[in-house]
Each structure stands twice: as C-alpha cells, then as structure tokens.
C-alpha cells in the first residue's frame, strides 16, 4: 500500500488556527516558537550569484543557519541549471562577475515574466555612485555593499521576504 504524501501547508494551517484561536481565548502562545516551526517546514530559498568562492560559502552559511535553503552560482552560466530545479524566493547577486557582469544579469532577470517579482539585493564590492544608480534603475530591492554587516544583510533580507509574501 503507497503511503501518502503528508500536506505541510494543511498541518501548518492547523497550527495557526489553533494558535489564533488561544491568543483569542488568553492562553499564551510563544510566536517565536511557531515562526521557527513554520521556517522549518516551509523554508524560503535564496539564490546567491557570487564568483567569489569564500563570499559564496559565507553566505551559504549565514542564512542555513537561519532555516533558509541556499542555492549557489558562481556566475550567469550555472543558473540555467539551478532554476531549471527551484524557484528561488529571494536573489542576492554580485555586480562584478565574470563574462556578465551582475549588472547585466539583473536586467535580464528584472524583464524575465516569471523572475521579476523576486526581490533582488545586490551585494557588492562596487560601490561607485553610478552602479548603485544603475542597479535600482534596473528594480533592486536593495544594494549592500561589501563588506556587509551581516546583521544588516539579514534584516534586509527578512524585510524582503515578508514584503513579497
């Protein structure tokens, strides 16, 4: 006999309805604790497009940490391969990278039909006026520049998150 397939998002609906029904009655209820529950089993995935190795693992590491899936390109090339997979909910991308320069990608993923709504942060050494002009008029969300604070880089990214939810 096949087993079937467990539904988190009904058992996760479950769970806020019966925590909003104890706020209502007085019972106190941890919040904290159902957010961490629910990043556990509905984790949001961040794209990071960076060619640096160690700035790559960084990041990976930052934001698993915090309950995210991360996925990792290392320029345009290997993104074919990764949103063939998954749909990234969040993109963090460097401007200088190799044979594309993040600039350009960003373009491309700011007029693609289903990429474009996905908030977009650069996160980048560059830092010229002209580059962060460049990139909001293309729609970032935002431009971080290296080197970051992370505290910063996860508020902004939470922000993102719960805006584009």
């Given at each position: 006999?096949?087993?079937?397939?467990?539904?988190?998002?009904?058992?996760?609906?479950?769970?806020?309805?019966?925590?909003?029904?104890?706020?209502?009655?007085?019972?106190?209820?941890?919040?904290?604790?159902?957010?961490?529950?629910?990043?556990?089993?509905?984790?949001?995935?961040?794209?990071?497009?960076?060619?640096?190795?160690?700035?790559r693992?960084?990041?990976?590491?930052?934001?698993?940490?915090?309950?995210?899936?991360?996925?990792?390109?290392?320029?345009?090339?290997?993104?074919?391969?990764?949103?063939?997979?998954?749909?990234?909910?969040?993109?963090?991308?460097?401007?200088?990278?190799?044979?594309?320069?993040?600039?350009?990608?960003?373009?491309?993923l700011?007029?693609h039909?289903?990429?474009?709504?996905?908030?977009?942060?650069?996160?980048?050494?560059?830092?010229?006026?002209?580059?962060?002009?460049?990139?909001?008029?293309?729609?970032?969300?935002?431009?971080?520049?290296?080197?970051?604070?992370?505290?910063?880089?996860?508020?902004t990214?939470?922000?993102?998150?719960?805006?584009?939810?």
């Amino acid at each position: 006999m096949a087993k079937k397939k467990i539904n988190a998002k009904d058992f996760i609906d479950k769970i806020e309805k019966l925590a909003r029904t104890r706020m209502a009655s007085g019972e106190v209820v941890e919040l904290n604790n159902f957010r961490d529950l629910k990043k556990k089993t509905d984790p949001k995935t961040i794209l990071v497009i960076e060619d640096d190795e160690t700035m790559r693992s960084a990041m990976k590491r930052i934001f698993e940490i915090d309950g995210f899936i991360v996925k990792m390109a290392a320029d345009g090339t290997e993104l074919s391969a990764i949103l063939d997979d998954t749909t990234p909910d969040l993109i963090l991308l460097d401007v200088g990278l190799p044979w594309i320069n993040g600039l350009e990608l960003g373009q491309m993923l700011k007029e693609h039909k289903e990429l474009k709504k996905i908030p977009l942060v650069f996160v980048s050494g560059k830092s010229s006026d002209e580059d962060v002009k460049q990139a909001f008029q293309i729609g970032a969300d935002d431009y971080i520049k290296k080197p970051f604070d992370i505290d910063k880089l996860k508020k902004t990214v939470a922000t993102l998150l719960k805006i584009s939810e």
